[in-house]
């Protein structure tokens, strides 16, 4: 079946990089939009972005100039960088496969166990 | 940014009865192109990530017990729960994928009665 497991450190200092890391096991990369969403605790859902797996990558406006999605599809993984980090970021990191419909976007179908990352000095 | 609301925020349901959510859109997901509209529902039970129960606003996922079922078209819709069962009880959340950035509702907390 299809699995998602983040990794990454759970403590990160203000203004330094949060990086996490998604392995894949049981799916195709490809014709996939594998994103990342983040849950504050005791909040709602927030979409971080995407990449393809031809590399394209979207990004959410409000993090835009933070965010980085990368991939490395010979490891079946992808990997997020949000730079300059601050309590606010403090979230449950969730990473997510999306499915594609044709030319456009369908559901988040699978999602990992999620990533309790702390913001704290 | 298509703004996604839930009503209510919070819902208490005895077991056995229906349960009712409803997520409004600020702009219609409904494609003129397929006529489909761009809206998924989620349930998300304490310390688990959110599983997928609807897509395409009325498309129930495989193994999702048919007491759920969604509805609706344009800016509003519905998730209903026929028969609240103990293990309903989570938070739901609407999202639609029509339009970037992609946008959830802010949660429906239902819990027993």
């Known amino acids: 079946q299809v699995q998602l497991q983040e990794s990454g450190p759970g403590l990160v200092r203000p203004s330094e990089t949060l990086s996490l890391t998604c392995i894949v096991s049981g799916s195709s990369i490809d014709n996939y939009f594998w994103t990342w969403i983040r849950q504050p605790p005791g909040k709602g859902l927030e979409w971080i972005g995407y990449i393809y797996s031809s590399g394209t990558t979207v990004y959410s406006p409000s993090l835009r100039s933070r965010v980085t999605i990368s991939i490395d599809m010979s490891k079946s993984q992808f990997s997020l960088q949000l730079t300059s980090v601050a309590a606010t970021d403090t979230a449950v990191y969730y990473c997510?496969?999306?499915?594609?419909?044709?030319?456009?976007?369908?559901?988040?179908?699978?999602w990992g166990q999620g990533t309790l990352v702390t913001v704290s000095s | 940014d298509i703004v996604m609301t839930q009503s209510p925020d919070s819902l208490a349901v005895s077991l056995g009865e229906r349960a009712t959510i409803n997520c409004k859109s600020s702009h219609s997901v409904l494609s003129s192109s397929n006529n489909k509209n761009y809206l998924a529902w989620y349930q998300q039970k304490p310390g688990q990530p959110p599983k997928l129960l609807v897509s395409?606003?009325?498309t129930r996922e495989s193994g999702v017990p048919d007491r759920f079922s969604g509805s609706g078209s344009g800016t509003d819709f519905t998730l209903t729960i026929s028969s609240l069962q103990a293990e309903d009880v989570a938070v739901y959340y609407c999202q639609q994928y029509s339009s970037l950035p992609l946008t959830f509702g802010q949660g429906t907390k239902l819990e027993i009665k």
């Open positions: 997510v496969r999306q499915r594609r419909y044709n030319w456009n976007y369908d559901s988040f179908d699978h």
């Open positions: 395409w606003a009325s």
